[in-house]
């Protein structure tokens, strides 16, 4: 199972994006919304964004 590269959701097979940069570094993302947020306008996911998808309350 992959994770969102911006909020670290898990993301189901067969759904979301794969990004792959220009150095060859992938990036999945759960979401159109993720995938600009991360890569159109560089910013962070905040904190309680990240706590609210991860399953055990952690940041990675
Ligand atoms: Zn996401």
Redesign the pocket.
Same mark, same amino acid.
């Given at each position: 199972m992959v $994770? @969102? +590269? *911006? @909020? =670290? $959701?898990e =993301?189901e097979r067969g759904t979301?994006l794969i990004y792959v940069k220009k150095n060859g570094a992938i990036r999945h *993302? /759960? +979401?159109d919304? /993720? *995938?600009k947020f #991360?890569e159109l306008y560089g910013k962070k996911?905040s904190k309680k964004e990240i706590a609210a #998808?991860s399953p055990a309350g952690t940041l990675a």
């Open positions: $994770k @969102c +590269s *911006y @909020c =670290i $959701k =993301i979301g *993302y /759960c +979401s919304r /993720c *995938y #991360n996911a #998808n």
